[in-house]
């Protein structure tokens, strides 16, 4: 199973089609070549798959979200919950 954790976005790059999102403290780059263009705006909250912005969700379901996770990640050691958030949009699919 892949499952995402909701990133803010904190700048884009209109020109390549990038932004920058924070990820529970974890920077990172997503492309938006898969949403429309001007869909995405700073402060929104996305999913990302594979390094790619999938859709936007509501601060209320990434709130929601990101309160999961956090009871989930205070279960892990340190070098666990950086690992998991710094992997979460590298989803392989294990059978």
Known sequence: MCLSIPSKV????????ICTV?????SRD????MMAQGDVKIGDF???HIG???NKISV???????ETYREILSLMDEDER??????????????
């Open 10 to 17: 904190v700048s884009i790059d209109e020109e390549k089609q």
């Open 60 to 66: 209320e379901e990434a709130e929601a979200s990101l």
């Open 46 to 48: 996305v999913l990302i």
């Open 82 to 95: 950086r690992r998991s958030v710094e992997e979460d949009d590298n989803c392989v699919n294990r059978t």
């Open 22 to 26: 924070d990820t529970m403290g974890i």
């Open 30 to 33: 997503a492309s938006l070549a």
């Open 52 to 54: 790619f912005v999938m």
